[in-house]
C-alpha cells in the first residue's frame, strides 16, 4: 500500500490565535483549500467547542473523495486521523503554530496520505506537494487579504 508524505512552513501575517481560530473553523475549508469541495462538523467536543470529527469531500487526482477525520487539538495547533475514506485507506495531518511576533505566524502543514492507488510514485509526490502547497498558499490568502 503506497504511502505519501509533504511538509512545507510558511509565514502568514495573522496572530497565532487567529491562525488557530481558522483552521478550527473545518467548516470554512472549502472557502480556502481549492481541493475540499464539502466539510461538515459531525461531532463537537461540548466541553471546549472544538471539533471531534469531520466529514469531506474533496477533489483529487483520480476523483472525488470522501472522508472521515478525527482531531486533537493542541495550543499551537491540531492534528487529524483517518477514521474512513472512499479513495484514501488513511490520512494523518498536522497544523504546528509557532508565533513570530504578535501579527506573524510561522505555520507547519504536514500531510500523509495512504492508499491503493497505481499511480507512479512521480505522480503521486507531485500531488501530495501540491495539496500542502496549496492548501497553505490559501490559508495564506484567505488570512492576509
Known sequence: MPTDSAGKTVSIKASPDTVLSTIRDLGSQPEWIPEILEAEVLEVDESTGLPRTARFKASATVGTDSYVLTYRHRDDGMSWTMVEGRLQTGQEGEYQLE????????VTYRLTIHHNLPLPGF????????????TLTGLQKHLET
Open 123 to 134: 505522480l503521486r509526490n507531485r500531488v501530495i506537494k501540491g495539496l500542502v502547497d496549496s
Open 99 to 106: 508565533s513570530l511576533g504578535p501579527d506573524t505566524t510561522s
